[in-house]
Nanobody
């Protein structure tokens, strides 16, 4: 079992920035693909960004140029830097780790973009 703990969410004005963290208690963290998802009220959970063990990044079109995913393997932590936030980015953000067919989710962190 991999424990993932997200943090860094909060209330921010449009155009503002937040950095989410995903701390993993897992010595094999460096082998995992890490993903950030988000789920707005009444909507499905959607993939936002992913990063492979080699550091290859992928983003959904709606966040390209605004969000950056990163990982720090020695501290077993992943990040999602979110800039130029928009009201439509409001959602609960979840971290997911995948490796060898296993999938683990964090508990989520709320991001609210509002003036």
């Amino acid at each position: 079992q991999v424990l993932l703990v997200e943090s860094g969410g909060g209330l921010v004005q449009p155009g503002g920035s937040l950095r989410l963290s995903c701390a993993a208690r897992e010595i094999f963290f460096r082998y995992y693909d890490i993903h950030w998802y988000r789920q707005a009220p009444g909507k499905q959970r959607d993939l936002v960004a992913s990063i492979t063990p080699a550091g290859i990044e992928n983003y959904v079109d709606s966040v390209k140029g605004r969000f950056t995913i990163a990982r720090d393997n020695p501290t077993a932590t992943a990040y999602l830097q979110m800039n130029n936030l928009k009201p439509e980015d409001t959602a609960v953000y979840y971290c997911k780790a995948t490796w060898k067919g296993s999938t683990y989710w964090g508990q989520g962190t709320q991001v609210t973009v509002s003036s």
